[in-house]
């Protein structure tokens, strides 16, 4: 049986490189945050940028900035004029994402706020092309619901997190309200037919949505 960390290993080397930016934010969201292990990463991050280029976005939302990784990756892959705006709900977050931002090459691409973006982004009368949802999971499915009149005609909207370390699957966790959050939020997607959608199996789950 291959090693899962040497398959990840070549995986990576095997796909572009972060760049050196990147990953001194990911170092340092590891090193200085209480949770880094929530930062996207070198994989998912080159998808994210990817699937932006695909799609070609004007307007990304985006449910949780936390360090700010995911939003840069996602400004790396728009055109001139596009813009990723990110909501990050805990405000403790702020000096140490807002900073890496700032110092970021793109972050004239990037308006980073502090609040809920369920029920800031519907505010700003934008019509958004793609979301990328990775806030809380306990309210994934109200957050879908909330932002979902704010996307434009057959958007995109990626759910991270979706398989939640194979807990999903795990009686276990029967009773832990993520679990049953996201457990919930990948019921609602599969059972409406007004969506098409796929479960990627990259990292902890993409869940990748398009609105028909």
Request: proline fraction near 3%; hydrophobic fraction near 40%.
């Amino acid at each position: 049986m291959t090693d899962n960390k040497q398959l990840q290993a070549y995986i990576e080397a095997h796909s572009d490189a972060e760049g050196d930016y990147l990953y001194r934010l990911w170092r340092a969201t590891n090193l200085h945050t209480l949770h880094g292990h929530m930062v996207s990463g070198h994989l998912q991050g080159r998808l994210l940028r990817m699937m932006v280029e695909m799609i070609r976005p004007r307007h990304i939302l985006e449910v949780g900035t936390f360090s700010g990784y995911s939003a840069i990756c996602m400004a790396e892959g728009l055109e001139e004029g596009g813009c990723v705006h990110t909501f990050e709900i805990n405000d403790e977050m702020e000096d140490f994402t807002r900073s890496w931002i700032a110092g970021s090459p793109l972050a004239d691409r990037i308006d980073f706020r502090i609040g809920d973006a369920a029920k800031e982004a519907p505010l700003l009368g934008i019509p958004f092309d793609m979301a990328f949802i990775d806030g809380d999971k306990r309210t994934y499915v109200e957050t879908f619901n909330a932002i979902r009149p704010c996307m434009a005609p057959h958007a995109f909207i990626l759910a991270d997190n979706t398989l939640w370390d194979g807990h999903v699957v795990d009686s276990y966790y029967d009773h832990d309200a993520q679990t049953i959050g996201i457990r919930r939020f990948n019921d609602f997607i599969a059972a409406d037919e007004s969506l098409e959608k796929v479960i990627v199996p990259i990292r902890d789950g993409l869940t990748l949505i398009r609105l028909k």
